[in-house]
């Protein structure tokens, strides 16, 4: 494992994983692999507490962003520790908006919040609802994130940003916007930087639009 992303959903952690792999990290673990054989049920049986061994978990990968392995960044790089550390960012309000828009869902009162937004992850994914929502329910740091206002939402994506730059040596990380392009990013990782466009994919009119795509190939496919 060369690079561990600690930071949280929706901040660019596709684009990042996209650009990680062109950089030559690849590949990079991220919650799209929850659809590879295997890969849920290992993250299932850690978020239980089992002794799950991290190359059980990160099998072949030199990367990974976005949750579930950003749940446990503490855990990952005191175990990786030559690996560098990119700690993704952006806005609170924007990442509360985006929340709100796919992982969260909109709050609303006949519903726990994100039920929807679940679904349509889990179908995107392809994967098993009731284990996918066993697994994401209780990653470490996030159980509790349904439950929170926006303004508690955006607390709490400061207060992680403000925990990862305490814990994590200055010279091991790099506090990272994906707007920020190649620059940073490959200066960090001391490569040389692409003749090519940074990756922008992703957003959250992308996410829905894909979520959708998948549900509808799966109803039809039945």
């Known amino acids: 494992m060369d690079v561990i992303g600690a930071g949280y959903g929706r901040t660019g952690t596709l684009s990042l994983k996209t650009a990680l792999e062109q950089l030559g990290f690849g590949p990079c673990h991220h919650m799209l692999e929850m659809r590879r054989p295997g890969q849920l049920e290992a993250w299932l049986a850690k978020t239980r507490g089992e002794p799950v061994p991290w190359e059980t978990l990160f099998p072949g990968y030199r990367s990974c962003v976005d949750w579930p392995s950003a749940a446990y960044w503490r855990e990952t790089t005191e ?16 990442w509360v908006a985006s929340m709100r828009k796919t992982i ?3 709050r609303a009162k006949q519903d726990r919040p994100g039920r929807k937004a679940l679904v349509l992850l889990s179908s995107a994914l392809g994967t098993r609802l009731a284990p996918f929502a066993r ?12 439950e929170l206002t926006d303004d508690e939402l955006a607390a709490e994506f400061e207060r992680h940003t403000a925990e990862v730059v305490e814990a994590v040596p200055a010279d091991r990380l790099l506090v990272y916007d994906v707007r920020q392009g190649w620059d940073p990013l490959c200066e960090f990782l001391e490569v040389p930087v692409p003749d090519r466009p940074f990756p922008q994919v992703n957003d959250t009119a992308e996410f829905a639009a894909r979520s959708r795509r998948m549900v509808l190939r799966m109803a039809v496919t039945r």
């Open 135 to 146: 697994m994401t329910s209780s990653m470490p740091g996030t159980q509790h994130l349904g």
């Open 79 to 94: 175990y990786y520790k030559e690996a560098k550390v990119v700690l993704s960012v952006r806005d609170p309000r924007g």
């Open 104 to 106: 969260l869902g909109e």
